[in-house]
């Protein structure tokens, strides 16, 4: 998944090099032994970097995942995996979809505490919040 901009600080410093050396783990093959949901035939997904993908057909660029839990702090890569983009898109794609009902959940709320607000000042004034208060 692409680093998202109000993340980026959470990233470690030696980011770069704990890529360099799940590189040299992988030795340029996806890691993932089926945990992005896909049942991979040999036990490992069989996607090399900079060749096509055996599935999409479109050139492998592997990215470090982080496993389920691991804070995006991390500095090792014990609980990483190189990832091919299915593998990568398929295993994130459960927590990016909580995610993104997470950030609605917010934006819903913060609307909704707004309007309380305008609702509860219309009160004060002595204005019919029936008629002017937002349409839910
Ligand atoms: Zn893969
Ligand atoms: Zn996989």
Redesign the pocket.
């Known amino acids: 998944m692409p680093i998202r901009p109000e993340n980026r600080a959470r990233y470690p410093r030696t980011w770069r090099a704990m890529v360099a050396q799940a590189a040299n783990r992988s030795g340029g093959r996806?890691e993932?032994d089926g945990k992005c949901g896909t049942v991979h035939e040999e036990g490992r997904?069989d996607?090399i970097n900079g060749l096509a993908h055996p599935r999409t057909g479109s050139i492998v660029v592997l990215t470090l995942a982080h496993e389920h839990g691991v804070p995006l702090e991390e500095e090792t890569i014990e609980r990483m995996f190189h990832?091919?983009q299915?593998?990568h898109n398929r295993y994130d794609a459960p927590m990016r979809a909580a995610g993104v009902k997470a950030r609605k959940e917010a934006e819903r709320r913060r609307i909704m505490d707004k309007a309380g607000q305008i609702s509860f000042e219309l009160q004060c004034f002595g204005a019919r919040p029936g008629r002017l208060a937002p349409q839910r």
């Open positions: 996806c993932c997904c996607a990832a091919c299915q593998c």
